[in-house]
């Protein structure tokens, strides 16, 4: 089982809401892994290598447009393909 398609170069910084100017359709498809501080993440909204932060969800809280407020965690970033 050889893939044949190409998998395109992780940014150094991407999100997953498609109203942000940071977010890149064509590697949502295709798993992607992030790990902070050595620990595999599985709610990261956002993230940036070179800053080293990722956003997460805070829980069930919205803002007042009805999408999650996020938190920033800091540490060594890595993002990778499943």
């Not at 800053?51 to 447009?65: I, N, P, Q, S, T």
């Amino acid at each position: 089982m050889n893939d044949t398609t190409a998998k395109p170069t992780l940014p150094d910084r991407l999100s997953v809401n498609p109203r942000s100017p940071h977010h890149v359709a064509a590697i949502f498809e295709h798993d992607i892994g992030i790990k902070i501080n050595g620990k595999e993440r599985f709610d990261v909204e956002e993230y940036c290598i070179s800053e080293g932060w990722v956003k997460v969800a805070a829980h069930k809280a919205l803002d007042r447009r009805g999408q999650p407020l996020l938190t920033t965690v800091k540490g060594t970033v890595e993002a990778f393909y499943k």
